[in-house]
């Protein structure tokens, strides 16, 4: 199946999506997801731990359960769960102080006491009983939190962080109300309460339980910054809108706009959703979408897109689409589907944590008993096996991949480039050849008609021949087509055009006839096309020496030329059905369109990170090269039908000495569909004709204006990203390799392994967060902005 296909595939099966409460490591996700996965009907879910949301996708054909079946699995697991819309704002801003750090200030409340003895060198500062009062709560109430999931996840026959913490600490607890209580029975007649008394551990179980709290609230504030793309896309839509009818202006709530109705947009207004201007004139800021931050003229008959700002004038709208079906939503989901998706890496994280909590149950056990066997006491032998238990919890292991997709991701977006899944980042790493179409891509894509001639001896005016080309082109929305139709200035009165036909990536062929035109010439069969066409069907004896001089002249200075032939009058259905009719040139029309200003920057960037440019265009042979030259691009393919775009793109990835290359196909996302679906990247330009809708599902990754310069920023982000996963993981899998060995070795206290834990979890996602202070060279980041 085609890219493009499976993306409408897509539109009409939407994947659910829940919010899923309780989960607090990378074991909770593989728990969730193998929970969903086992309800009848689903063929995949993904849970990504830093959004805290799961995306089901049901499988083709089969009858979909009711919603409450999947709440009840997630239930089942031992977390909450509540379906939510795919573009629902996002939950936990919302939350107090209060929820966010009342239970870490509690702990701190409770656990300071019990260090600051430790810190002057006295254990005993405090009774016991004082140690216990203040550690219990701790331990008990502010931690019950962990062993709800404890004993969710063991009921499950699974593990996770919970256990970890949970055993640790009250290990650590019972360990010490245990010594107190032998030294108490024990203690000699007319000795202080107190004297003698053995070290105890309070103090590390409620510390721990405190540090892990605390590090779950700073995971949760640096969680929140890594999805302000999202928050800032989402918040560009206004909650209610002004709606033109019977009774004039009247403000209703956006989600009772329908498609058709009449919307007032004032100055400094935002656009409610995507619609066409009917009346009125002014500048809009779409910076939102494309990036580009000079504010666009709309009049009437524009598009608009809904989250654009209207600058000085009063517009009324007719709305197009509403809800889910805006740009502005499909922008959204494709955002979010990109930040909840694993990048290949991460199935080798999931493998290593659904194995990770029971392999460090075995390794606190043998650190238990081979101190005790070793001779240290059996309280000190617990110690050090509670210190693996908290040193090991893998938070960070699970927040490595997400952060920096989400970190990544949300950077790009607010550059307008969306990329839609973590697959797509990957291979955009390791790209090595970036093929480019020409027209519309590293073109202005709106060529003009700069030549047009008539071959001598026919008796037609170059006016007529001109009448004859726009009149086939008038229904067409080719840039060439209208470039024709606008450069035919007297207009196609008299002239009419039938049973006109596209022949693909040849041109038009229709039967034309009329007043206008001598009668020799009307109600001939014409064709209109490239020169390859023309070569087809025209013998080289015949084709006019004037006029194929000067197409070569034009083509190598840069122009686009097409060709008008007629054929014979006496039987038009042969003429449009075979070959075997004789056909003859008539006239020359060459094109000229203007290189993009940043076409040429884009190219260099590409150069710079050692990275092969090819350009791949249908054009004339010379014309591209002319392109090709003028932008310093290594290799120019030329005259290639649409899907010979596909085979060329094959042929580069297999490469020159057969080793197979990473290649990245530029296009507009209509036209070069079977190219993009063919390489291993497809960058889809979004274009102001209608394609960014196609775009959003036809490639892996979408630059929402046409700026070629997003091809290498896209290359650069996926770059940074791909290496802060790596990084990520490093240091996540840096902690534990280096943590449990050292507590296993007694190098550790519960406390500090606490300590290292939170920490570990915190600098992972500050790592991630580093992110989103790129910026696209020669850019800013202004696609995502709340104003």
């Not at 770059?719 to 790596?726: F, G, L, M, V």
Request: glycine content about 10%.
């Amino acid at each position: 199946m085609s890219d493009a296909a499976a993306g409408v595939l897509h539109a009409l099966e939407e994947p659910l999506q829940l919010a899923v409460r309780g989960m607090t490591c990378a074991a909770c996700v593989n728990r969730v997801e193998r929970a969903l996965r086992k309800v009848p009907g689903v063929a995949s879910a993904n849970v990504n731990f830093a959004t805290e949301t799961a995306s089901v996708q049901w499988a083709a054909g089969a009858d979909h359960p009711a919603d409450s079946a999947l709440v009840e699995a997630v239930a089942h697991a031992g977390y909450e769960a509540h379906v939510q819309a795919a573009d629902a704002p996002l939950a936990d801003e919302s939350q107090s102080w209060w929820d966010v750090w009342g239970a870490v200030t509690l702990g701190l409340v409770a656990s300071v006491p019990l260090v600051l003895p430790m810190l002057w060198g006295n254990h005993h500062f405090w009774p016991a009983w004082v140690q216990f009062a203040l550690a219990t709560p701790v331990q008990f109430i502010l931690g019950a939190r962990f062993y709800r999931a404890a004993w969710a996840a063991l009921k499950d026959r699974s593990g996770n962080m919970d256990q970890l913490v949970a055993l640790g600490t009250t290990a650590a607890w019972a360990l010490s109300c245990w010594l107190w209580w032998t030294h108490e029975r024990t203690a000699e007649q007319g000795h202080g309460p107190h004297a003698g008394m053995p070290d105890l551990y309070f103090e590390s179980a409620a510390v721990v339980i405190t540090l892990v709290l605390l590090g779950k609230a700073l995971e949760a504030r640096a969680k929140r910054q890594t999805t302000a793309a999202i928050r800032a896309l989402q918040s560009l839509r206004p909650d209610t809108v002004l709606r033109l009818g019977p009774q004039g202006e009247v403000s209703v709530p956006l989600r009772q706009v329908v498609v058709g109705d009449i919307l007032v947009v004032r100055p400094g207004e935002r656009v409610p959703s995507d619609g066409v201007v009917t009346e009125g004139h002014s500048h809009v800021d779409e910076s939102m979408l494309t990036g580009e931050p000079l504010p666009i003229a709309k009049g009437e008959g524009e598009r608009l897109t809904g989250g654009a700002i209207n600058g000085d004038g009063r517009l009324l709208m007719r709305v197009s689409a509403v809800g889910r079906q805006t740009v502005l939503s499909g922008i959204i989901r494709s955002v979010v589907e990109a930040q909840a998706g694993k990048a290949p890496i991460q199935r080798v994280v999931d493998k290593v944590s659904a194995i990770f909590v029971p392999t460090v149950l075995l390794l606190a056990v043998l650190t238990g008993l081979g101190w005790w066997a070793w001779g240290l006491g059996l309280e000190q032998s617990l110690v050090r096996a509670v210190a693996v238990l908290v040193i090991a919890c893998p938070c960070a292991l699970g927040l490595a991949t997400p952060a920096a997709l989400m970190a990544g991701t949300g950077a790009a977006a607010r550059h307008g480039i969306l990329i839609k899944d973590p697959e797509a980042l990957e291979a955009a790493h390791k790209i090595a050849v970036v093929a480019f179409d020409k027209t519309g891509t590293l073109t202005v894509g709106q060529p003009r008609l700069t030549h047009w001639q008539v071959a001598d001896g026919r008796g037609l005016a170059p006016d007529q021949a001109l009448q004859v080309a726009a009149a086939m082109q008038s229904g067409s929305e080719h840039p060439l087509a209208r470039a024709v139709v606008v450069a035919c200035t007297q207009g196609m009165d008299g002239v009419q055009a039938t049973a006109v036909q596209a022949v693909l990536g040849r041109g038009l062929q229709a039967v034309v006839a009329g007043d206008a035109l001598p009668a020799a010439w009307s109600g001939l069969a014409w064709r209109l096309g490239s020169t390859r066409w023309m070569e087809s069907l025209v013998p080289v004896s015949a084709r006019p020496a004037d006029l194929a001089a000067k197409a070569s002249s034009l083509a190598a200075g840069g122009s686009s030329v097409s060709w008008l032939m007629a054929g014979p009058a006496h039987d038009v259905g042969a003429s449009l059905n075979g070959e075997d009719v004789q056909w003859q040139v008539v006239a020359l029309l060459g094109f000229g369109d203007e290189l993009k200003p940043q076409s040429a920057q884009a190219v260099a960037q590409l150069h710079a990170l050692g990275i092969e440019t090819v350009m791949i265009s249908g054009d004339n042979r010379g014309a591209a090269e002319a392109v090709g030259r003028a932008l310093g691009i290594g290799k120019v393919v030329a005259e290639v039908l649409p899907a010979d775009k596909a085979e060329q793109v094959r042929a580069l990835k297999s490469g020159r000495d057969g080793h197979p290359r990473v290649v990245a196909m530029v296009g507009d996302g209509i036209n070069d569909a079977p190219a993009l679906a063919a390489a291993d990247v497809g960058m889809a330009m979004a274009n102001p004709h209608g394609a960014t809708d196609v775009a959003l599902h036809a490639a892996g990754v979408t630059l929402m204006r046409g700026d070629p310069a997003l091809v290498p920023a896209a290359i650069d982000i996926s770059r940074r990203t791909s290496a802060k996963i790596r990084q990520n993981l490093f240091w996540a899998f840096g902690y534990n390799v280096i943590g449990i060995p050292l507590a296993m070795a007694g190098g550790l206290s519960p406390m500090l392994a606490g300590a290292a834990m939170a920490f570990s979890s915190v600098s992972v996602v500050g790592n991630a967060l580093l992110l989103s202070r790129w910026h696209a060279k020669g850019s800013r980041p202004e696609a995502v902005q709340s104003h």
